[in-house]
Structures are given as C-alpha cells and as structure tokens.
C-alpha cells in the first residue's frame, strides 16, 4: 500500500526521522512476515503432495467399490433364489410329515381298534383307556380325508364306529366299576379306576364321581362327630371343655385337609395341573354343609346370636332413653369364655383357608401361563374362598363377635370404672389399671382371631370407648369432685379468721383431694398406657399374622395410629386438672408469699446490702415457703403432673413477682440484690422440674437484668445488638425505660435520650 | 487437534456430572427418618401431592338447592393460617393432617367402583363384592397444606354390618351411597345413616351421593333427582348425582368433601391452639460480628461485676 504521508516540504527533521525509523520498522516488520510465509511453504507442498495421492487413491477406491456393488447385487440374487427353494422344501418336509403322521394315525388306528377289542375281552380297562385316549388324540376329519385320498373308507369307518362303540361302553363299564367299587368302599380299585377318566376326555366325570365318594367320607365322619358331640352336650355329667366347638371345628377342617393333602399328588399326576381349584371346590361344598351344622350347633348351643342380638335391642333400648348405664342382663363374666370360643374358631378356619390356598397357589405355579391367565386363576381363588358357605358364616360369627366384644369391654369398663379404689400408697386409682386391662385382653382376643377387619373394629370400639366413656369419666370426676370447692372455703375460712361457720368434715376432704390427685394421675398414666399398648400391639400384629397382605397391614397400622391419637383426650383431662389445682388452691397462696417482697426495700447502701448478704431479707423465705406448698403435691402426683403444675406455679410466681417488683424503687446495690433473689428462685424450681421453666421467668430475668446495669452507657450497650451477644428480648422498649426509671441513680432526662 | 478439544470437554465434564448426580443422592439419603414402621407416612409427608390433587378454590357444592353446607369459601381463619399470617402452623411431622371419610349404602350400589374410579382412575364392569372394609388413602395439597383423606370403603351385605358400624364414630364425613336406577337403594338410605347417628356423637359431614348416572334415562334421572333432593334435606345431606363410569363428578364430590374435612379439621386446631397456652419459645441468641478476647474478657468482667475486686 503507498504510503500517504504530508509532503517533504513541511518536514522538519526530527519528524523526518521519526518517520524513517517507522519505516525501518515496518520493513523489519514485513521481513519477518516473509520469513514466516516461506517458513510454512514446504509444509503447503506437502500437504498439496499428500491431497495429491490421496485423490489417486479415492479414483481406486471408487473403482472397488463399484465392483463390489456388482458382487453384492449378485449375491442378493443368488440368495434369494435359494431361500425360495428351501422355502419350497419346507413345505414338502411339512407335509411329508404330515402324510407320515397321518398313516401313523391310521396304522394306530387299526393297532388301537384291534387293541381295544382284544383288551375289553381281557377287562383289561387300563390298557383299553390307553387305546382309546391315543384314538382321542387324533383328528377324525383329518383321517376321513386321508381315507378318501386311499379310497379306504369303509374299513375306515368300520373302525371308527368300533372305537366309538368301544368308547361308549368303556365309559358306562368304568362308571359302572366305579360305582361299584365307591359304593362297596374297594379303595384300590376306586383308585385303579380314577385314573383312567382323564384319558377318557372325563376328566370333569371322574373329579365329580370321587369327590361325592370324599364327599359322603366326609360327611359320614363328621355326622359321627357331630352325634357324639351332642351326645356330650346333653349328658350333664361329663365334662365339658369351654373350647367344645373350637376342637369340633378343628376335627372337621383338618379332615378335610388331610383328605386334599392325600389325593392331591394322584390328581395333579393323573389329571395335570390346573384341576386342583375344581377337585376343593367339590369337596368344600361338603367342608361348607358340615361346618355350618358345627357352627349352627355352637349357636344354637351357647345362644351366640341371641345374646349379640339381645345386647343390639338394649344398646339400642338405652340410647333410646338416654338414662345411660346399661341394665346389665347379661354379665359380662359370662361372655367371656365365649368370646374365646369364637375366635378361635375363627382362626382355625382361617388357618385351613390359608392351607387351601397355599395348596392351589403351589398348583397354579406349576402351570406355566401367561401373567393375564394367572391373574384370573387368583381371582377365581380369591372370589372361592372368601365365597364359600363356610367363610360366609364365619363372617357372620364375626360380626356377632364384634357387637358381644364391645358390649364386654363396654360393661367391663363401667364395671372397673364403679369398682375404683385408691389405694394407699399407690399414686394412681386401680380403674385405670382394670380399664387398660380390659382393653387390652378384647384386643388381644380380636387379635387372635385372625380376623383383619374383626381386628380392626375392636381397635375402633376400644378408641371410642377410651376416648368418650373414660377420658369423658375422669373429666367428669375431676369436675364434680368438692375438692377444689371445700379448699377455697377452707382457705377462706382460714384467711378471714372466721372459724368454721359451716362445719368441714376434714375426712370427706382428705378422700375428695386423694381421689381427685389420683384421678389426675390416672389420666396421665393413661396416655403412657396408650402409647405402650400401641407400640406393643404393632409388634404383636406383625408376630401373630405374619403373612397377610401388604393392604391388610396399612389398615391395621392406620387404625392403630387411631389408639395412640386417643391420648389427646387425656391430655385434655390433665391441663383442665392441673389448671383448676393451680387457680383454686395454689394461685390464692402464692400472693401473700409475693407480697413479702414489697416489705424488703431495693433502694440499699453499702452497709443494707451487707445486711441482706448475712440475713436473707426475702428469697430464702419465700422459697421454703413455696416449697412447703408444693410438697404435698410433689409426693402425690406423679412426675410430669407435677412438672406442669409447676409449670404454672412458676409462670403464676413470675408473674406476681414482676407486678411486685416494678412497685419498688432500686439503688445500684439493689439492683445486684434483685439479679441474686431471680436467679436463686429460678434455680430452685429449675431444680424441682425436670422440664424448662426459664421461659416462663423469662421476662423477670430480663427485668433483673435491666436493673441491674452499671450504667445507662451499659444498658444501651446490652440493648443494641450491634456488637457482642444480645437477648431476644420479651420486654419493649418503653417498659424499658420505665423500668431504667425504677433505678434511683438514673436521670428521667438521660434515660429519654436512650436511643432504642 | 479440534477432535481432541472435544475429547478434552467430555472428559473434563463427565466426572462433574458424576459427582453432581452422586450428590442428589447423597442429600436424599441422609435425610432423617422417624423409624422403619413409618417410612410410607414419612414419604407421605415429604413428597408433594400428585398434581391433580391440589386445590386452591374451594368446590361448589352440585346443586345449592341441595345442601345444608352453604360454605363456599376456605374460612378467613383458615386461609390466614395457610397464608401463614398469623399463626404459623408448627406441626412435627408425624403429625398429619388427617380426616376419616365412610362409605355405607346398600349391596353393589357403586361404593367401591365410586373409590376406584377417584383414586386409580378405574372402572372395572365386573361386579366384585367387598368382603368387610376397604381402604384407601389419597393425598392432598390444600391451600399447599398437606392433608390426607383416608376412605374406608365399607360392604353392604349384612353380615358386615357390624364391622362398618365401628367405623362411624371416628368418621368426619359419612357418605350414604344409593343407585339412581334402583330407587329401593335410596329408601335405605336412612336406615344406613340411622345407624351411623347412633354411633357418631361428634358432627360429621354427610354426603347422600347417587351413583351410576349413566344408565339412567333423562326421565327417570329426573324423577330420580327430585325424590333423592327431598330424602337429602329429610337427611340433612348433600346430594351429588355421579357416574364410576364415566367419571361424571367424581373428582369434583371428592374435592368438596376434602376441602370441607379440611377446613373443618383446621378451625378446630386452631380453636385448640387459641384455648391452650401460647407455645414456649425459648430465648434465643444471636450471633453477631466477634470481638476481640481482651473485649470480652472486659464485657465478661464488667458484667459479673467483678471488676471491683480488681
């Protein structure tokens, strides 16, 4: 590019040089970009050489490559021709073997025709069956077709007709036999014969005719049974065990499970799997007819529906009439054996369900289908056993058990609850004991009977009836109890020197205060019981029915969550009989105790706080004092009660103090006494409480504090969170100047011009 | 020389990646749990309501002729502690937000296809009967509350009719379910409720639902309708007509009888919670900038008033 440059003429010389030395520069400049550019020029020739031989060689390639094409077109060519031919000879094996296996069916034909003749004439049924059922397996169309092809027809529907025939009467010989062989009880041959109806094509027939033989087994045995039972029932001489039916229940089911148990492997192996289902089916028609005789007798014989619908009409009866408390006709002590007797007949019948299912799951796996198939069969298992007669009844009885349990646990209750005694030691009253005790025995029982849903509405009658008859009661108890009452007129007796106008009777009033403490008590144990009974149930749920379903157990563990929320009602009946001690009895008190505070002067010199260091003016009075009251209540209540009695002690004591203290007037000296009285006081009842009580003398702190400052620079220092470590104060701002004004070392003006 | 740049980048990034992904899991892992028993509740807690199941409106009833719940709006109350204005709701976490909803009504009414098609979107034709209860559990987000309604789907055959009966006294809401095409099945409705206001003795909500809507011709759906609105107000009821089958209502009943559970179980908390004592809040420190040892040592001293002694 031609340099532009301002003419020579107005150069000067310096700007001459200057522009000499930049040209100098650039043709250094340029010098060193030749140099690069020819530094980089073999290496572009040989890039150039490289592209060369690789465009030589692309020209082979592509010559290769057409050629392969070609290779390739022609191959695919080739490829198909040939699949096409061994296409074509797979159709001609195919039906080569067809034609094989159609002159083998023919050639078998005539083997099984002369066969079964020969055999039939022998009585040999077993080999005859074996004939035929090869005959069964042919397809006859077939074989008509390849008659025509040979022209052979007639022999061929000779034999045919003669196998028919031979089919026919091997049919009614074998039902004839087997008849025969049932009725005169010939076990072997009944079994020789069983198995020949599945190749036969009867596989239906044969399940039928030997399941009616179990069937009337079953029932000839368990008439037996039942004869000798009643036998047993009537004669008031021998002696009866309380679990009668469950034993009678158990004989019958474990019969019929020895009888599946026992000719499950000859049906699986002589009819396939798959035909098991049909097999219990029969036989649980009969299992059905005979357990409702067993559960009809238990029934009828411990009146077990007419007591559950006796105990409906006088529910019924006195919700009716609202005049609460049942007229007990029947006693609660007498259901109790027959609650046991029905679950347990429950649980046996449960168990030999379980065994069924186990039996028909195991046949069902040996089948190989496909999921979908699989699905039904469960299903069809499903709907069978919780169908049947037997199940269904079982059902019923649960449902009667339901409504006799919670009528138990209802009177055993009010019975536990009418019965109550404090003892006298003992913190708690024995209802509380006896009433957990009852519920715990109806769960357990529920639990045993294996019955999910049975379980399942016990828990929900047992929260119920926890919640609304004895939280409800105790809260009742509390409530009516003159204990309360009687101590605000004594106290009033006492304060106002009246002497007793109305007499007390000091007897009445000690039982009244021990019950009411012991009712408190109970409430508070009650929530422990719960939580434990909880607990335990949850373990003992997973021990007893340890293979029910996944469902089953989130319904259980859901209504167990039910119980341990039941504590709420308790807790209810322990903040109502706390609050109500506190306000009656101990609130009263505490007030003069505080007013000895206004009594001890805080606006102290050197020689009062000397003073005060040697003889205690306030706080270790008041603390025995306060410790005198409570300590009746410390030995008759149980831990935690106490803790929130104290609780509400402390804040009532805070509260008054604060009251108490913002009436007097504080000398520096003063201020450091006051820090000293708060903090002994707060470690005392810190002491008697297992609980925090600081939040309550939260604000009587920060009052101490406040009061206690050295100087006001100090106090803004303590309020202003800008530096070091701050309180989250409960106190706002303006109470703290007036209690800064309390300080009668501090100017009005200078706490004014505090910047909070 | 580009290839290996590339190259470079993945290899740079893909141990990031790891590292990231292993940190998700890690967090997921080390979060607290109560114990073993309650992990699903825990899970319950934690994870989110499936998107169709929040609600921010609260559902209209199906007719206004026919309830005697006229609310149609959250209670101030209540949307003041969900907003959290007020009172924030400090709940610990095995604490949950639950209401018990019944079914009752007559034999293959519908109760159990009416639970299915709400809580797995299924109907199924064939009839199956229910052998005692049973139970579902769906969740909600409710004004982004977590709320869980438990369903116990009861059988209407007699035998069971004990089992049900247990159920009624915990219940907060009981719906009588009848079929529109059988008008035998409404009549039994209140045989059904009899029974339930023998054992509840607090105020449930009840719901008189009609179910199978579709099978119902337009005439007999209307002469079904008036009859079921006066058995309604005779039960004191809400009436909704719905179909399992076609999902006609279905969600939209189950919504309004959450939010109604809802609402009422969080008036009655907060009502507790104004009755009791305020909750004990511990004084707290804060933390501010640190000072030099010599500056607290001084602040220490001048407090405890030592520094006469010195």
């Known amino acids: 590019m031609p340099r532009q440059g301002p003419p020579l003429a107005y150069m000067h010389r310096d700007e001459a040089v ?246 499950q492997p000859l049906v699986e192996t002589y009819y396939g799997s798959g035909h098991l289902l049909h097999f219990v089916r029969f036989l649980q028609t009969e299992c059905d007819r005979q357990g409702l005789k067993v559960v009809d007798e238990f029934v009828k014989h411990r009146r077990f529906t007419e007591r559950a619908r006796q105990i409906r009409v006088l529910v019924r009866k006195t919700m009716k009439s609202a005049s609460g408390g049942l007229h007990s006709v029947i006693d609660p002590l007498e259901l109790d054996a027959l609650l046991v007797e029905a679950t347990l007949m429950n649980t046996r019948v449960d168990l030999y369900l379980r065994f069924i299912r186990k039996k028909l799951m195991s046949d069902f796996d040996a089948l190989d289908s496909t999921k979908r198939e699989k699905e039904n069969r469960l299903k069809e298992m499903n709907a069978f056993l919780s169908g049947c007669q037997l199940s269904r009844t079982m059902q019923e009885l649960i449902g009667d058990y339901i409504t006799i349990e919670e009528y138990y646990m209802r009177q055993s209750m009010k019975k536990a609850i009418s019965m109550e005694q404090v003892e006298e030691k003992a913190l708690t009253s024995t209802m509380v004991d006896d009433v957990f005790f009852v519920v715990r025995k109806s769960i357990r029982r529920a639990l045993s009977s294996a019955s999910v849903d049975g379980i399942c509405a016990i828990l929900n009658h047992a929260v119920s009836l926890l919640q609304e008859d004895f939280a409800d009661v105790l809260h009742a108890k509390l409530k009516n109890n003159n204990y309360v009452a009687y101590t605000i007129d004594l106290s009033q007796a006492y304060y106002s020197m009246l002497g007793t106008s109305t007499p007390v009777d000091m007897n009445l009033y000690d039982k009244n205060r021990k019950a009411y403490l012991a009712h408190l008590n109970d409430a508070d144990v009650s929530m422990e019981y719960l939580k434990r009974l909880g607990e335990t149930l949850e373990t003992e749920t997973s021990s007893l029915l340890p293979d029910i379903s996944e469902h089953d157990k989130e319904k259980i563990r859901n209504t167990l969550q039910d119980l341990t929320q039941a504590t709420h009602a308790f807790q209810v009946v322990v903040d109502f009989g706390i609050s109500q001690l506190h306000t009656a009895i101990l609130k009263p008190r505490i007030k003069p105790l505080v007013d000895a505070f206004n009594s001890v002067s805080h606006d102290i010199s050197d020689e009062d706080y000397g003073a005060y260091e040697a003889a205690d003016p306030f706080v270790e009075n008041f603390v025995f004092n306060v410790r005198t009251l409570l300590g009746f209540f410390e030995t008759a209540l149980r831990k935690s009660n106490f803790d929130l009695l104290v609780k509400y002690v402390g804040a009532e004591i805070a509260d008054q103090l604060e009251k108490a203290v913002l009436k007097q007037k504080y000398s520096r000296l003063g201020g450091i006494q006051l820090d000293k009285e708060v903090r002994s006081l707060l470690q005392y009842l810190s002491s008697i409480t297992s609980w925090s009580i600081r939040d309550k003398f939260a604000r009587i702190t920060q009052v101490a504090t406040i009061l206690n400052v050295d100087s006001l620079v100090e106090f803004q220092d303590l309020w202003n969170p800008s530096s070091g470590i701050t309180l989250a104060w409960r106190v706002t701002p303006s109470e703290a100047r007036q209690i800064l004004s309390l300080r009668s070392d501090f100017r009005s003006d200078e706490i004014k011009r505090l910047k909070l | 020389m580009a290839a290996d740049f590339i190259q470079n980048i993945t290899t740079q990034n893909y141990p990031f990646k790891n590292r990231h992904g292993n940190k998700g899991i890690m967090t997921k892992k080390s979060t607290p749990r109560l114990n073993t028993g309650a992990d699903e509740q825990w899970n319950m807690i934690r994870a989110k309501a499936k998107k169709d199941r929040n609600i921010e409106a609260f559902p209209r009833a199906y007719r206004d002729d026919a309830t005697p719940y006229a609310m149609s709006a959250f209670s101030p109350k209540v949307t003041d502690v969900c907003s959290g204005k007020n009172a924030k709701l400090t709940k610990s976490d095995n604490e949950l937000n639950i209401s018990k909803l019944i079914l009752v009504g007559d034999v293959s009414v519908g109760k159990t296809s009416l639970v299915h098609k709400f809580c797995h979107d299924l109907f199924n034709r064939d009839y199956k009967a229910t052998i005692g209860v049973d139970f579902e559990v769906e969740r909600f987000d409710i004004l982004d509350i977590p709320f869980t309604l438990q369903i116990w789907d009861t059988a209407g055959q007699e035998r069971f009719r004990c089992i049900a009966a247990s159920y009624y006294r915990g219940a907060n809401v009981i719906v009588v379910v009848f079929d529109l095409s059988d008008l035998k099945s409404l009549e039994s409705c209140k045989r059904w409720l009899d029974d339930a206001a023998d054992g509840n003795n607090g105020t449930p909500y009840v719901f008189l639902v009609g179910t199978k809507r579709d099978s119902c011709s337009t005439d007999s759906f209307r002469r079904a309708e008036t009859k079921a609105i006066e058995t309604a107000r005779e039960l004191k009821a809400e009436y909704w007509a719905v179909s399992a089958k076609t999902g006609d209502n279905v969600q939209e009943l189950f919504f309004r009888i959450a939010s109604m559970a809802f609402d009422a179980l969080l008036l009655r908390e907060i009502d507790v919670r104004s009755n009791a004592p305020p909750p004990p809040i511990a004084p707290s420190i804060k933390l501010t900038r640190r000072k030099t040892p010599r500056q607290l040592a001084l602040r220490l001293l001048r407090r405890t008033k030592c520094w006469k002694a010195l």
């Open chain 1, 18 to 263: 200057q522009a000499l030395e930049k040209l100098i520069q650039e043709e250094e400049q340029l010098a060193v970009e030749i140099e690069s550019l020819l530094i980089k020029k073999p290496e572009i020739q040989k890039t150039e050489k490289e592209l060369q031989e690789i465009r030589e060689s692309l020209a082979v390639l592509e010559a290769d490559s057409q050629h392969m094409t070609q290779t390739l077109a022609f191959s695919a060519q080739l490829a198909e021709s040939v699949s096409g031919k061994i296409r074509h000879l797979d159709r001609a094996k195919q039906r080569v073997e067809e034609s094989l296996q159609r002159i083998e069916d023919i050639l078998d034909l005539r083997f099984c025709t002369e066969g079964v003749q020969l055999a039939m004439q022998n009585e040999e049924y077993e080999v005859a069956a074996g004939h035929i059922h090869r005959f069964l397996k042919m397809d006859e169309s077939v074989l008509f077709r390849s008659a025509e092809d040979m022209q052979q027809q007639n022999s061929l529907q000779a034999s045919l007709a003669l196998l028919h025939d031979a089919q026919q009467s091997l049919k009614t010989i074998i039902v004839a036999k087997f008849d025969e062989a049932l009725n005169t009880g010939d076990l072997a041959n009944v079994e020789r014969l069983f198995k020949i109806f599945p190749l036969l094509n009867l596989h239906d027939v044969g399940l039928k005719k030997f399941c009616t033989y179990l069937c009337s087994n079953i029932a000839d045995k368990a008439q037996t049974m039942l004869e000798h039972a009643q036998k047993t029932l009537q004669d008031p001489n021998q002696k009866k065990s309380s679990t009668f039916f469950v034993e009678l229940i158990t004989k019958l089911v474990e019969a019929v499970a020895q009888v599946v148990e026992m000719y």
